[in-house]
């Protein structure tokens, strides 16, 4: 005969913050906790578990250790209503059935296969260029040996991908460095027209290369935050080097320093080719370029959105996206301003 669930082992289901179900001998639902009951909305106690549990691996489990079998763990899917992945622990419980723990690790195996996409992809980015590296040393040393003039080209050519390299890593880098920082947010006061200033003078040499006016619209009054002075310098950068490298050659680049309520607003607008929507969400994401294989733009590393994505975490900032193809493109960052003094 199976036992009827103590009042303490109802109190000890009713403590687990994750779904847990208790079995009887014959697995028939004895208990559950309000977790369990979420997850499971056909739970009803006394019916047998197979009516709620659709899994036979589990249910499988479940037999073994009503059987005498010690607990296992296994992976339990559910993908409706929204897929998730869960950790089920079935454990014996001596005199009264079985224990069925889960954990939802759905969110740890997210981050995991983030992490694998974004080594696989870093990878990736890095093979490129050293492909094309040692395929002009192989020429150098073989055909090229005696042609001065091949010479020339292949060892321009291999230093442009070493270049490439050097951005990749120097990218990577500050991401991750920027990452380490954690959530602290920045408590220096810092003046944004100076940081725009300074990101504009830092760029004019490629504007000129791309035949670009960069037309800065602010005025010497201070517009402050709480920041970190070289990581807005860096976001600006990013943007601006965006707004000439993927904007129209011969185009306009206009910065905006604006002071709203609580907050300073940047804007760096170009009028360039645009971006259709589809990419618009996706711009942020590492490695993530809109532009065809062969677009003039393509020489960037994919990184420049992520790490003023992470940049705006830590300074409590927002970025918004705003484009029309064949118009132009607007990106928006709003940052709260400093306190008065
Ligand atoms: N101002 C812009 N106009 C058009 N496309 C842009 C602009 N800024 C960014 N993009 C698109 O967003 C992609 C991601 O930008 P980013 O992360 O800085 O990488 P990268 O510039 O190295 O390619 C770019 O490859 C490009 O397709
Ligand atoms: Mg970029």
């Known amino acids: 005969m199976p ?16 779904p847990a179900i208790v079995v009887d001998v014959e697995a028939g639902i004895a208990a559950y906790n309000r977790p369990a009951e979420t997850l499971f909305t056909g739970l009803k106690a006394q019916e047998t578990l197979s009516l709620a549990l659709r899994d036979p691996d589990a249910l499988a489990g479940v037999a073994g250790v009503l059987a005498g079998g010690e607990a296992v ?20 419980l001596r005199d009264i059935g079985a224990l069925l723990l889960f954990r939802d690790v759905s ?20 093979r490129t260029p050293l492909a094309a590296l040692i395929g002009a040393v192989d020429t150098l040393l073989g055909p090229a040996r005696n042609d001065a ?15 490439r390299m050097r951005r990749l890593v120097d990218d990577l880098l500050s991401l991750s460095r920027i990452e380490s920082k954690g959530a602290v947010v920045p408590s220096d006061r810092i003046d944004l027209v100076a940081v725009a200033n300074e990101a504009c003078d830092m760029l004019s040499g490629l504007a000129a290369e ?8 602010f ?10 002075r070289d990581e807005m310098v ?19 680049v206009a ?17 360039g080719p645009g971006i259709a929507p589809r990419h618009i969400p996706r711009l942020t994401e590492r490695f993530y370029r809109a532009e065809p294989r062969d677009g003039r733009g393509r020489t960037g590393t994919g990184l420049g959105l992520a790490i003023v994505k992470h940049i705006l975490q830590r300074h409590r900032g927002r970025l918004s996206i705003e484009s029309e193809v064949g118009q132009g493109s607007t990106f928006r960052v709003r940052l709260p301003a400093a306190p008065e003094a």
């Open 73 to 92: 763990e296994l992976e339990h899917v559910r993908h409706a209503p929204d897929a998730r992945v869960f950790l089920l622990r079935i454990a014996p």
């Open 107 to 126: 969110e740890a195996r997210r981050i995991e296969k983030m992490r694998v996409d974004f080594v696989a992809n870093a990878s990736h980015e890095l």
């Open 219 to 228: 005025g010497a009054e201070p517009a402050l935050i709480l920041g970190d």
């Open 255 to 271: 910065i905006a320093v604006t002071r709203g309520a609580g907050s300073v607003d940047l804007a760096v607008t170009d009028d």
């Open 234 to 252: 860096r976001l600006l950068e990013n943007l601006i080097e965006n707004a000439i490298r993927h904007g129209r050659l011969g185009g306009r």
């Open 3 to 18: 036992q009827p669930v103590s009042a303490p082992l109802s109190d000890l289901l009713a403590a687990l913050s994750d």
């Open 149 to 163: 003039a091949a010479q020339t080209t292949f060892l321009a050519m291999m230093r442009e991908q070493a270049q």
């Open 210 to 217: 791309h035949s670009t006016m960069i037309e800065r619209r």
